[in-house]
């Protein structure tokens, strides 16, 4: 196993279900066949979830001297909250501050090269935000930790793939944030993506922003015509098997998506809808243009269900297996 990648998995927002789940990863043997889970979190909060969810108790820790030779699933401990500062399933900036904490150590050690990996399980946007941090997701702060020239979003599931020009910020804002140059990013970023995953140049489609893809200019204000059909023409023009833009609501129909290997959508609910709707406990959100992988669970804190023992660990595990296969 001393081959086998290093992976950061952040705890997540302590107040809800990344405790338990992140657990449930530890004690997964087909997991640790395929790297080394290590869990960025305060060891106090796992040990009481453990007791209070009936999960399996986190055998092994390490310190941060042992990281580099770590061979099996472990704890990496990052003293942040206590038990006392938070109640499960509520918004506190506590839990904000500790999430944040635990994802700014995994970034120093990959950063590093002591890990080779992150995966994320999910925070708060609004306890991020109490604890005074003004990113609005995992997305961002990487982006900004890592000084990545250029990123975006991507959710992936063995159904549908899509990554994003735009996600973390109102609809009325969308339309001047789309550039050729951006859109040009994503499409590279994804092409990039999936030619590592799949092994050969990806079928790809572009997503109008425009009900009917703008319908030659009647609707919205030509930004088909004026940026999204360039960036696709350049694409084209430098071998990339790519086709729109297509109109949104048929893009995701059956034959199509059997059809092609990724979606490049101009807004979050563009392509987040879809993915929840035909993959929700299997999808996986990945960075991509970070100087590592990064990858997360592809769903919220789910406060309601939090150390109840409910919450599903499928989407940090195939996370964390993406983080190993991007490698």
């Known amino acids: 196993m001393e081959n086998l990648p290093k992976i950061a998995v952040t705890m997540g927002d302590p107040a809800g279900v990344g405790p338990e789940v992140c657990l449930e990863l530890l004690a997964n043997e087909e997991v640790a066949s395929t790297c080394v889970p290590i869990v960025f979190g305060d060891r106090e909060v796992l040990d009481r979830c453990a007791e209070v969810t009936g999960r399996p108790k986190a055998e092994r820790q ?4 042992g990281l580099s030779k770590c061979d099996g699933p472990a704890v990496f401990s990052v003293p942040s909250i ?38 994320t399980a999910p925070i708060n946007k609004e306890a991020l935000r109490a604890a ?35 996600v973390h910020v109102g609809y009325h804002e969308v339309p001047n944030l789309l550039t050729k140059e951006r859109i040009s990013e994503v499409i590279d970023l994804t092409r990039d993506a999936m030619k590592r995953l799949c092994g050969y140049e990806p079928k790809m489609i572009v997503c109008g922003l425009n009900p009917h893809a703008g319908e030659r200019g009647l609707f919205g204000n030509a930004e088909e015509e004026k940026v999204i059909i360039p960036a696709i023409e350049s694409a084209r023009a430098s071998g990339a098997d790519i086709e729109g833009p297509l109109p949104p ?79």
């Open 62 to 65: 390490v310190e941060e001297a």
């Open 82 to 119: 206590s038990l006392s500062d938070f109640e499960p399933g509520t918004v506190n900036a506590a839990t904000g501050e500790a999430a944040y904490a635990y994802i700014d150590r995994a970034i120093q050690l990959a950063l590093a090269g002591v890990i080779q990996g992150v995966a």
């Open 132 to 166: 005074g941090y003004p990113q609005p997701g995992h997305t961002e702060i990487f982006a900004e930790r890592t000084a990545a020239a250029k990123s975006c979003m991507m959710l992936t599931a063995d159904i549908l793939t899509c990554s994003f020009v735009t």
């Open 249 to 327: 609501d048929t893009v995701f129909l059956d034959w199509r998506r059997e059809q092609t290997d990724a979606v490049v959508c101009m807004y979050h609910d563009q392509g987040h809808i879809p993915m929840k709707a035909l993959a929700f406990d299997r999808a996986v959100n990945t960075t991509l243009g970070l100087p590592f992988p990064r990858t997360s669970a592809d769903h919220g804190t789910a406060l309601d269900i939090a150390w109840q023992g409910k919450a599903d660990a499928g989407s940090l595990t195939e996370a964390v297996t993406l983080a190993a296969k991007l490698l």
